[in-house]
């Protein structure tokens, strides 16, 4: 990919940072996300730049490392913010895609809005992205179609608002293997290559998730900040956004404010009704899990297989980003059985379109 430098998640230091702008601008051009991309590059030059105040200083002295924190991200998200707020009206011929040089514009908003765009930087973003629920979907048939009880028990770590907690009220369209309920709050019919998913039907018995900082997609001032996280060109996104909204208006789903390994070792450890497969599943979440929290949920997983039987058994769903290839992997493990990772699909990041590899 042009501008894309492969390098260490974890390297930290001054030109760490400028690598993960330009990483982050590549990307988003890679994703059909110009303006996004003009943004990044934008607050770089703002960095470089010779102004000075507490949040220019703050990234340039950026302690930890930048391209796992989604440095650039956390940025965009609060400028983002300001636009849709309409607290930064100075910004609207860069997301309306006019073509105007945005350094000066962004240079300015980041000097002016100092005090709103500082908390940004405070926590990772939160992009909990309703198209990601096809692939969790996928594979729960993959799992059914692999002989575990087709009734599953579903937690999931980094939750964000809990989008993919309501994936029992989505309807899919995976290949021409459909599932979903009679009236949907959405429907998803990503972009399919290979062979279809297993056509078994499937139950989600519960949904359970957590996150450090739960979203109530019910507090408008809350959604705006998740809406501040979508890049404005994909507006199929903001769609989706609304409807979750409505959904859970209706009926919030169940997250609660946990790390990820609080969460698993306590799940875990509760009694399995003989019948149901028990999930672990995430997206676009492992590279913000503190290490010492991975460990205690890889440890809490490999307990619990231990007990794992062909009547209660446990799977592990996880869609994450492969940043050589710029997809994301659909990767499963159960037990007992499947102790060995299978690679599922590739997938585009927001739902669009996904590669079946599994056979």
């Known amino acids: 990919m042009p501008g894309y430098q492969l390098v260490d998640m974890g390297t930290r230091g001054e030109a760490a940072i400028r690598t993960a702008f330009t990483n982050q601008a590549a ?97 990772p973003p939160q992009t909990n992205e309703a198209g990601r629920s096809s692939n969790f979907i996928a594979a729960l048939l993959w799992l059914a179609g692999r002989g575990l009880p087709a009734q599953f028990e579903c937690l999931e770590i980094g939750s964000s608002a809990g989008i993919n907690l309501m994936i029992d009220r989505y309807d899919y369209d995976l290949g021409g293997v459909k599932v979903g309920p009679d009236a949907p709050a959405m429907a998803f019919k990503p972009g399919w290559k290979g062979n279809p998913p297993p056509d078994v039907p499937i139950g989600l018995l519960s949904l359970k998730g957590c996150d450090i900082a739960p979203v109530d997609l019910t507090d408008p001032a809350q959604a705006l900040r998740l809406k501040a996280y979508i890049w404005p060109e994909h507006t199929i996104r903001f769609d989706r956004m609304e409807a979750a909204i409505a959904a859970a208006e209706q009926s919030k789903p169940d997250v609660l404010k946990m790390d990820a390994a609080e969460f698993v070792e306590a799940e875990l450890a509760k009694p399995q009704a003989a019948g149901t497969t028990r999930v672990l599943m995430h997206s676009i979440v492992w590279q913000y899990v503190p290490e010492d929290q991975q460990q205690r949920v890889i440890a809490a997983m490999e307990t619990a297989a231990g007990r794992a039987t062909p009547d209660a058994p446990l799977a592990w769903i996880a869609l994450e980003a492969n940043r050589t290839l710029h997809r994301h992997e659909l990767r499963v493990r159960y037990w007992p059985g499947g102790e060995e990772e299978t690679l599922l699909a590739r997938a585009h990041a927001h739902g669009a379109d996904i590669e079946w590899l599994a056979t």
């Open 27 to 123: 990307y988003c051009e890679r994703n059909s996300a110009p303006i996004t991309a003009k943004v990044c590059n934008a607050i770089l030059a703002a960095v470089e730049g010779d102004k000075s105040n507490a949040l220019l200083e703050r990234i340039r002295g950026w302690a930890g490392a930048p391209l796992a924190d989604a440095l650039p991200l956390r940025v965009a998200g609060g400028i983002h913010a300001l636009y849709l707020a309409g607290e930064a009206s100075e910004l609207a011929p860069i997301y309306r895609g006019l073509p105007v040089n945005a350094d000066p514009i962004v240079e300015e908003v980041m000097l002016v809005h100092e005090a709103r765009l500082l908390p940004w930087l405070d926590s």
